[in-house]
């Protein structure tokens, strides 16, 4: 499996299945899960909330995944993984992982090739850039998929783009 890195907008990957920073509501909210519901339309939320009625009535747990339609998105299919919040006090780096891995699974699962991911919690989450990109990193070269063959790690700005390089850099 070939890990790609990108600067752009996870919401206009032409890819297979796009991963969802998604809070546990699965209903939308800001960062890169606002702006995956914000473009691919009404379709998702309908079946983020079928979701909540049936399998998660409490939410999707942290680290977790679970698919959807893509709706209006250049992709078949959103995998939606809830990231662990930032603490200095306990460490939740298997947690973020899990959510590379797990998502991966549900995207393989799937038939998915290609993959998008965000760097998950290292938004309104708090995680360390340096460290949230070697933990994607880290997470997806153990990984051992059996369809898919490209995930690309779309990096929002200059900043994390140039910390998931020094990151892929070591190693």
Not at 5 to 19: C, H, K, N, P
Not at 90 to 101: F, I, P, Q, V
């Amino acid at each position: 499996m070939e890990i790609v890195l990108v600067q752009g907008d996870i919401t206009e990957q032409r890819v297979d299945a796009i991963v969802n920073a998604a809070n546990s509501s699965l209903l939308g909210g800001g960062g890169v899960d606002g702006a995956i519901h914000r473009k691919g339309g009404p379709a998702i939320l309908a079946e983020c909330k079928e979701l909540r009625a049936s399998r998660y009535q409490r939410g999707l747990p942290t680290g977790q995944a679970v698919a959807t339609t893509a709706g209006d998105l250049p992709a078949r299919w959103v995998v939606h993984t809830v990231g662990p919040v930032w603490s200095e006090r306990e460490d939740r780096s298997a947690l973020l992982r899990g959510c590379y891995t797990n998502s991966l699974w549900v995207a393989d699962a799937l038939g998915a090739t290609t993959v998008a991911y965000p760097l998950i919690s290292a938004g309104i989450y708090g995680w360390p850039i340096e460290d949230a990109a070697r933990q994607a990193l880290t997470a997806l070269r153990e990984a051992t998929p059996s369809t898919v063959s490209e995930v690309r790690l779309v990096l929002f700005s200059a900043e994390t783009y140039a910390a998931a390089e020094r990151a892929r850099a070591a190693g």
